[in-house]
Structure formats: C-alpha cells, structure tokens
C-alpha cells in the first residue's frame, strides 16, 4: 500500500489509492503519520498564546509550544504535556469511549 500511495503523483491519486485500498489502510496511514510525526519532532517557534519566543514548553501531542507563564504555571511541568486544546479533545476521547 505504501508503494501505491507514494508512486502517487498527485494528491486525487493518493486519495484514489486510499479509496481503493479502504478501511484497512486506515490503521496503516495513521502509523506512518505517527512515525513521520516523531521522526521530526517540529513544534512552534512561538507561544501560542502571546506568540513570543523563548523557553517554551511543547505539548506532546501536537507542535504547540507555550511559555509555562501564559497557562499560569511557575515552571514547566515535567512528564507528559498537553496544551488546552489537545486536552480538551483527549477528554472529548474519553467521555465518547465511557459512553460506548
């Protein structure tokens, strides 16, 4: 499937095989975007917040970055962080999965 999809040209080709390959490529796309994801590690140059630079903190889970003073910290937290807006859809996440 990744032969197909990178042999792809164009983006409708891309879609094209992905269509054709349906659900079953899903799990497949998402493992490659995860990998490709850590591979770069880029986050913001700037706090989402006030968009200044600086010490900033990154959120784990997506390339928001933000300075542990505009979310009212004293410092950076340590172990896993997760910017509002990541937070927010995790806890979106878990009350769908408790509903199931």
């Not at 409708?12 to 390959?21: E, R």
């Not at 986050?43 to 003073?69: E, K, M, Q, S």
């Not at 950076?76 to 999965?97: L, Q, S, T, V």
Request: charged letters at 30%; proline letters at 5%; glycine letters at 8%.
């Amino acid at each position: 499937w990744l032969a197909l999809v990178g042999s792809a040209r164009t983006s409708g080709a891309v879609a094209l095989a992905l269509y054709q390959l349906g659900d079953r490529a899903l799990p497949l796309v998402a493992e490659v975007c995860r990998e490709s994801r850590q591979e770069a590690e880029e986050w913001d140059d700037y706090c989402f917040i006030c968009t200044d630079g600086g010490n900033l903190v990154c959120c784990d889970h997506c390339p928001r970055t933000v300075h542990p003073a505009c979310i009212g910290l004293p410092r950076a937290p340590k172990g896993d962080f997760a910017c509002f807006y990541c937070e927010r859809e995790m806890a979106k996440k878990n009350k769908k999965e408790g509903k199931e």
